[in-house]
């Protein structure tokens, strides 16, 4: 698989693993450019989540080689990894913030742990970001007290605080309405041309996939079906892509007679 012609912040070569004796990915290999928006496709089950997990170094891959700003992570030591871990932003699925402690405190708490910046500092820092994502009147609110969407901006702008080389997000659009979901892919491309980010994005979200993706990558059962730029995903005759695209079932129902005899086979 080619790269593209500039520099590349993410590299993946023939990437396996497996839970116990289950191979979860197979030969999985990709690169993400530079300001480049990238996002992973695919069934539930497909493994995307768990290619996000290694693209972070939360989970060990058997084999294969991931680079993430230029640095090799699977053979990393903790204290490297934790000092790339303060160049890279991760926005959760449910925005993981800690709901004894303020918006804003959430937000502050990277600067607070990772920085020696004095308290005025921090506050402008975390109020510029949250003003980013129109929270600016809600920073003083406990996580309980905010919406399904103020969730997920607050844990991007916990996420991008530092201002990160490559952002990662899980699942952005989950849970959301159509409207909020749609000012959040717009919110996603302003933070990409504004801070200059690389950004992953894993999503069941055909629309948002094709709004805000510079390229898609597919998985199914594990496995690479396709990476490619949006038309190449739009024209793939592969039939896994056809039903994804048209939201068609993956796996052929099973005729009653057949499902009571699978039922009581010996």
Same mark, same amino acid.
């Given at each position: 698989?080619?790269?593209?012609?500039?520099? %590349?912040?993410?590299?993946?070569?023939?990437? %396996?693993?497996?839970?116990?004796d289950r191979q979860i990915l197979s030969d999985v290999s990709l690169h993400v450019a530079q300001n480049e928006i990238m996002v992973i496709m695919g069934h539930s089950g497909s493994g995307k989540s768990t #290619?996000?997990?290694?693209?972070?170094?939360?989970?060990?891959?058997?084999?294969?080689?991931?680079?993430?700003?230029?640095?090799?992570?699977?053979? @990393?030591?903790?204290?490297?990894?934790?000092?790339?871990?303060?160049?890279?932003?991760?926005?959760?699925?449910?925005?993981?913030?800690?709901?004894?402690?303020?918006?804003?405190?959430?937000?502050?708490?990277? #600067?607070?742990?990772?920085?020696?910046?004095?308290?005025?500092?921090?506050?402008?820092?975390?109020?510029?970001?949250?003003?980013?994502?129109?929270?600016?009147?809600?920073?003083?609110?406990?996580?309980?007290?905010?919406?399904?969407?103020?969730?997920?901006?607050?844990?991007?702008?916990?996420?991008? @605080?530092?201002?990160p080389k490559v952002l990662f997000f899980d699942e952005p659009s989950a849970g959301l309405d159509p409207v909020t979901s749609a000012d959040l892919d717009d919110l996603i491309l302003q933070l990409r041309d504004?801070?200059?980010?690389?950004? /992953? /994005?894993?999503?069941?979200?055909?629309?948002?996939?094709?709004? @805000?993706?510079?390229?898609?990558?597919? #998985?199914?059962?594990?496995?690479?079906?396709?990476?490619?730029?949006?038309?190449? @995903?739009?024209?793939?005759?592969?039939?896994?892509?056809?039903?994804? #695209?048209?939201?068609?079932?993956?796996?052929?129902?099973?005729?009653?007679?057949?499902?009571?005899?699978?039922?009581?086979? %010996?």
């Amino acid at each position: 698989m080619n790269a593209p012609d500039i520099n %590349n912040v993410i590299e993946i070569e023939g990437l %396996n693993t497996w839970y116990g004796d289950r191979q979860i990915l197979s030969d999985v290999s990709l690169h993400v450019a530079q300001n480049e928006i990238m996002v992973i496709m695919g069934h539930s089950g497909s493994g995307k989540s768990t #290619l996000l997990r290694h693209m972070i170094g939360l989970d060990k891959a058997r084999s294969g080689s991931i680079k993430l700003l230029d640095k090799e992570i699977t053979n @990393i030591s903790r204290k490297e990894l934790h000092n790339l871990r303060k160049h890279i932003g991760v926005a959760f699925q449910n925005g993981a913030l800690f709901s004894s402690m303020s918006l804003q405190e959430n937000v502050e708490l990277p #600067l607070r742990e990772h920085t020696k910046l004095d308290k005025n500092t921090i506050r402008i820092m975390s109020r510029l970001k949250l003003e980013l994502m129109n929270l600016s009147e809600s920073e003083s609110l406990m996580p309980a007290e905010l919406s399904g969407g103020m969730l997920k901006r607050a844990g991007l702008a916990r996420a991008v @605080i530092m201002d990160p080389k490559v952002l990662f997000f899980d699942e952005p659009s989950a849970g959301l309405d159509p409207v909020t979901s749609a000012d959040l892919d717009d919110l996603i491309l302003q933070l990409r041309d504004a801070l200059n980010m690389t950004i /992953v /994005v894993v999503t069941h979200d055909l629309d948002s996939a094709f709004k @805000i993706a510079d390229r898609i990558t597919v #998985l199914g059962d594990g496995q690479q079906i396709i990476t490619g730029y949006k038309e190449t @995903i739009r024209n793939s005759l592969d039939p896994r892509i056809v039903n994804m #695209l048209e939201r068609k079932a993956m796996h052929n129902t099973l005729d009653a007679d057949d499902y009571l005899n699978k039922l009581t086979r %010996n």
